[in-house]
């Protein structure tokens, strides 16, 4: 009983600890793009990755912040415990509990400082504030591996060699460096390790176009689970554990016995214990020749080019397509780094912090409002954008409501927010179609609503399901709002962003507060995969949000002139017809809605006529102070 006890017991640590990645790694052979539907068998996901460069790069970057790191953390604290070692006691004492602080800290409190001491020192981020934020954090670990075997040293060893008429360095390398080895190669590999499997420190202090593998795969879950996550994940894990078994292999040594082992069982010993140790170093020694050889490929494609023309790019997640940023490439000799945000509130951090240069970016409505009052954003040369002739004149005059004058942007997507419903699980379960905001209160789509992860558009649905403005500054109904959000949560699955794709997709949720452009995207999935149920696009009857993104240039952008190229170059019809078949976000660009075929056009959820729009509003800014009252409200919505 006892014995079937523990091996229960055994069998659901490993249930818990493995389940996980076995589901993920029967996932990335899936040739759907959903979880909910298995598709058959295929390696394309597996493909798809070799030949994408962004994961090539950011493992060239892991990679190498994790050799550089380490090489040089290892040396400065090497020669950081041969320093304390000559102290005194308690000085010593004093120096190892203060390099102990940063390993007891929590990472993201190392992040945050590292960060805010770039900027004070005005640093630009980038690939050398991740080596310097890297080897600071690296060196505790170092000094915890080599200090033990450096209290372990006879110092008359060394005293000795002197006498004998070493000179001290030759002293230091053939007495003491011999017996710190194994301490420093310990020391190595545990800031090697550390480096390797860091995301928080990377998050704080990278700049634009520099990403490692946990940053990359971070931005990519956030956007939406690609099966090629799964397949780049899958690949991590099989590595590590092969490497773990190949390393640790040995064969079980013969028990001891009180018999004497005979001369040849000694040799056959150890003749196997020098293989073993050969297969070990081979190991070690051909992992060394593959991190080198990538790194160096990967080093060297990245560098080899120099670009006398650049764009820095901040976008949302899956807002362009990347053929448009090839062709721009190709058309203008101009290199693009492009990187993305998923909300307004995470870019006006970034641009104000200025540690982080972009050249052009794409805010929404009110936080364009809010950049230009403080001084972030330059003023446009429209001699310079012949193109803005494409834009519908009705969404420059719109745009005023932000950019009064129209200086700082040009518009790119709009739309508005609305309920999608699952057809299918509204009529199996006998719900109501929902038509109003209010309709998310109902107790009958309890754990199936998704809700945006956003403080303006959850208090705007809460808001207008009052009918009140959702540009209030009533404290009074800012409060009500908030009460009915926190009244609301139990009847929500999921606070989301761009989840609500693969989450609407896969049937997983009743209805999802969405993005009329998102709608278009997600309708076009279920026919795709031949889904037995659609989705339907609602705006609510109460009113909602009428939003516009527009490219803007921040005032410390570096390439202006490109800056402005760019915004030409997407305001051209055959680029943004290219970019709405993409992104299926409405286009402003009206020649570019008419080359679209008719029924396209008239899809009024994607192209609403005016008389829809009569309840909707844009979001304006309201103020630092205003903002802060919405950002504390929103926290005491989530907290509870």
């Not at 009460?483 to 699955?493: C, E, G, R, S, T």
Request: charge should be negative; aromatic fraction near 10%; proline fraction near 4%.
């Amino acid at each position: 009983m006892k014995n079937t006890a523990k091996k229960i017991y055994i069998a659901l640590i490993f249930l818990f600890l493995y389940a996980p990645i076995a589901t993920l790694m029967v996932l990335s052979f899936n040739a759907s793009k959903t979880r909910a539907k298995w598709g058959g068998f295929t390696f394309k996901w597996y493909i798809q990755l070799i030949h994408n460069d962004d994961i090539l790069k950011a493992l060239g970057n892991t990679l190498l912040i994790a050799l550089l790191s380490s090489v040089i953390a290892t040396v400065i604290g090497t020669v950081a415990c041969i320093a304390m070692n000559h102290m005194k006691k308690r000085t010593r004492t004093v120096m190892m509990g203060i390099t102990n602080i940063p390993m007891l800290n929590a990472d993201i409190v190392t992040g945050i400082s590292l960060m805010l001491l770039f900027i004070s020192f005005g640093l630009r981020f980038g690939f050398g504030t991740i080596l310097l934020a890297h080897i600071t954090f690296n060196i505790p670990y170092v000094i915890l591996s080599v200090m033990p075997r450096m209290k372990q040293l006879n110092p008359s060893i060394y005293e000795a060699a002197l006498d004998l008429g070493a000179s001290p360095f030759n002293a230091f390398r053939r007495v003491v460096f011999p017996d710190l080895l194994p301490g420093i190669l310990s020391g190595f590999l545990m800031a090697f390790t550390m480096s390797l499997d860091d995301f928080i420190i990377t998050h704080f202090t990278r700049g634009a176009g520099i990403d490692t593998l946990s940053t990359l795969i971070y931005s990519e879950v956030r956007r939406g689970i690609k099966p090629s996550m799964y397949a780049l994940s899958t690949l991590i894990f099989v590595t590590v554990l092969v490497l773990l078994i190949i390393t640790n292999f040995s064969p079980e040594e013969t028990k001891k016995t009180a018999v004497p082992l005979s001369p040849e069982e000694n040799a056959r010993r150890l003749n196997r214990r020098k293989r073993n140790s050969n297969i070990k170093r081979a190991v070690l020694a051909a992992a060394t020749v593959v991190i080198i050889c990538v790194v160096g490929f990967t080093t060297y494609g990245r560098y080899s080019t120099k670009h006398s023309n650049e764009l820095y790019v901040y976008n949302w997640g899956e807002y362009i397509d990347d053929s448009v940023i090839e062709q721009f490439r190709e058309e203008t000799g101009i290199e693009v780094t492009y990187d993305l945000f998923e909300t307004n509130e995470e870019m006006y951090p970034v641009i104000e912090a200025g540690a982080v240069n972009y050249d052009v970016v794409c805010p929404s409505d009110y936080m364009i409002q809010k950049m230009a009052e403080n001084g972030l954003l330059a003023e446009i040369n429209f001699d310079n954008i012949p193109n803005l002739a494409n834009i519908d004149p009705k969404f420059l005059e719109m745009s005023r409501e932000f950019d009064p004058e129209n200086l700082y942007s040009v518009p790119y997507t709009w739309g508005t927010v609305g309920i999608l419903y699952n057809t299918k699980t509204i009529e199996e379960r006998g719900l109501p179609v929902p038509k109003k905001w209010s309709d998310l209160w109902n107790p009958a789509y309890k754990g199936e609503i998704l809700m945006q992860d956003s403080v303006r558009d959850a208090f705007m649905v809460a808001l207008k399901a009052r009918g009140y403005s959702m540009n209030t500054e009533n404290i009074n109904e800012l409060q009500e709002a908030k009460a009915d959000l926190i009244a609301q949560k139990p009847l929500v699955q999921a606070y989301v962003i761009d989840q609500v794709r693969d989450k609407m997709i896969g049937g997983e949720a009743a209805l999802g507060v969405i993005f009329s452009g998102e709608m278009l995207y997600i309708q076009e999935e279920v026919e795709n995969q031949d889904l037995d149920y659609s989705l339907e696009y609602v705006i609510p009857e109460e009113g909602t949000n009428l939003w516009i993104d527009s490219w803007v240039i921040p005032a410390d952008a570096k390439n202006k002139e490109n800056a402005e190229k760019w915004i030409n170059f997407l305001c051209r019809p055959d680029i943004a017809l290219k970019n709405f078949e993409y992104i299926t976000y409405a286009t402003p660009n009206k020649a570019a809605k008419e080359l679209l075929d008719e029924d396209m056009q008239n899809n009024k959820a994607v192209f609403p006529d005016m008389d829809q729009l009569e309840n909707c509003e844009v979001y304006r800014y309201l103020g630092d102070e205003t903002d802060a009252v919405y950002n504390n409200l929103w926290k005491e919505v989530k907290s509870n």
